[in-house]
């Protein structure tokens, strides 16, 4: 089946501070979602991006289909934005969601 | 209620009871899902409903038995489960399709003891 690979697993940030986590797959997907995990396991969507580029306020995500990854970029990181970030794309069997390992992602004030 | 709900929220149980989850989608969806989400292993896929059929079975062990009565409910019934059972389990729910996007709920946080 397909993998989904995160990196970097751990990542400790400034308030203030610009990142980007990024997203590999290794076969070609007919869907891919972000999400954000918070402290009491809820996960929230973010962005569903098979293709292209969207933004929604400080984030944004990129997914070069072609080139089998995707990328979160967080500017101006807020200390709420702290918890697990997720990459999970649709596997060829009927709408299954193959998740990645994750990126925990802890913002200091 | 909007969204994807999930009860109970926390839930102990031994391992000779039988309990049940309930999640309710409100988003006029038409697939549902259940997934497992360890501590030392990725969110995993369990089960996948549409229009209340199961599609997918992602071979998981008998002592786990989902229901899904209609579009808007899924239930996922439990007995003699093993401490290794203990997890968040979360249920999603999407338009029917292919390349639709999925949202889950809240989940469960199950202990066995």
């Known amino acids: 089946g397909i993998q989904v690979e995160q990196s970097p697993p751990d990542l400790i940030l400034q308030e203030g501070a610009n990142s980007t986590l990024r997203c590999n797959f290794s076969d070609s997907v007919n869907n891919l979602q972000w999400f954000h995990q918070n402290p009491w396991g809820q996960l929230i969507n973010l962005f569903y991006?098979?293709?292209g580029t969207k933004q929604n306020g400080r984030l944004s995500a990129t997914t070069v289909a072609t080139e089998r990854y995707s990328l979160l970029y967080i500017s101006s990181s807020q200390t709420t934005d702290s918890g697990v970030y997720f990459c999970a794309v649709g596997d060829t069997g009927f709408q299954k969601l193959v998740f990645g390992t994750g990126t925990r992602l802890l913002v200091s004030p | 209620e909007t969204g994807v709900t999930q009860t109970p929220r926390h839930l102990v149980m031994g391992m000779t009871n039988k309990k049940s989850l309930k999640c309710e989608q409100h988003l006029g969806h038409n697939a549902m899902y259940w997934y497992k989400q360890s501590a030392k292993k990725p969110l995993e896929l369990m089960f996948v409903y549409s229009l209340e059929e199961r599609v997918e079975n992602n071979s998981v062990p008998s002592r786990f038995s989902p229901e899904c009565p209609n579009s808007s409910h899924l239930f996922l019934h439990l007995h003699t489960l093993q401490p290794e059972d203990s997890a968040l389990y979360l249920c999603?729910?999407?338009?029917?399709?292919?390349?639709?996007?999925?949202?889950f709920g809240p989940g469960t946080r199950l202990t066995v003891l």
């Open positions: 991006i098979p293709s």
């Open positions: 999603a729910s999407s338009p029917m399709g292919r390349n639709n996007e999925q949202f």
